[in-house]
């Protein structure tokens, strides 16, 4: 419905931002990672927007965000059947999108409960499970087990399955990863800044 929204940031909290555009104000629910990129009150903002409808309570809510990485990692979120807005938003504030995407990639469910309020478990592995269905034509490498963001010379594999899964063919990803240096991580963000 709406590809993204700009105007001027009007007020911020840790669950939304009110955006003024011509006059007409909208409050959008996003994530600690993207408000906190937000500047002050009274300066420009531009969010990506997610139109969220909830047809059995009639509801209607939009939720935004600074990339369109995080945008397509939370409607990748919300695709998983059980899983809400409010535990997508949450998941993401907590954890980036690299670290998300690897995550799905190394299957680690540990690390997604841990540092979800409100996502045990059972939901995380569900998450983990519907994602590397998705994608199952991305060669995941399952032997990525140990400490997931340790320094490491290696990681190109992982790194381009995670790329891969937040929806870039994996000639795009490939390019991305370029010169890239550091750990999985650190690959993964370095290929995002020159994505975007």
Do not use: W
Not at 47 to 66: E, P, R
Not at 78 to 103: D, H, R
Request: net charge negative; glycine share 12%; with cysteine.
């Amino acid at each position: 419905m709406f590809e993204y929204i700009s105007g001027r940031l009007i007020q911020k909290t840790n669950e939304y931002a009110i955006i003024d555009v011509g006059g007409v104000a909208f409050r959008i629910y996003s994530t600690l990672s993207s408000l906190s990129e937000l500047g002050d009150a009274g300066d420009s903002a531009k969010l990506y927007i997610y139109t969220n409808i909830k047809t059995s309570s009639d509801t209607f809510s939009l939720y935004g965000f600074t990339t369109p990485e995080e945008r397509n990692t939370f409607e990748m979120i919300l695709g998983v059947s059980g899983v809400g807005a409010k535990t997508a938003a949450s998941l993401l504030s907590n954890i980036s999108t690299s670290k998300f995407a690897l995550c799905v990639v190394t299957g680690d469910g540990k690390y997604l409960s841990s540092h979800t309020p409100g996502l045990g478990p059972k939901g995380a592995q569900r998450i983990i499970l519907e994602l590397k269905d998705k994608f199952k034509n991305v060669e995941l490498d399952e032997a990525a087990g140990g400490e997931m963001f340790a320094e490491d010379t290696g990681g190109e594999d992982e790194a381009l399955s995670a790329l891969i899964v937040l929806g870039y063919s994996r000639a795009e990803a490939e390019k991305a990863l370029a010169g890239a240096v550091g750990g999985v991580e650190d690959k993964i963000k370095h290929a995002l800044k020159k994505l975007m």
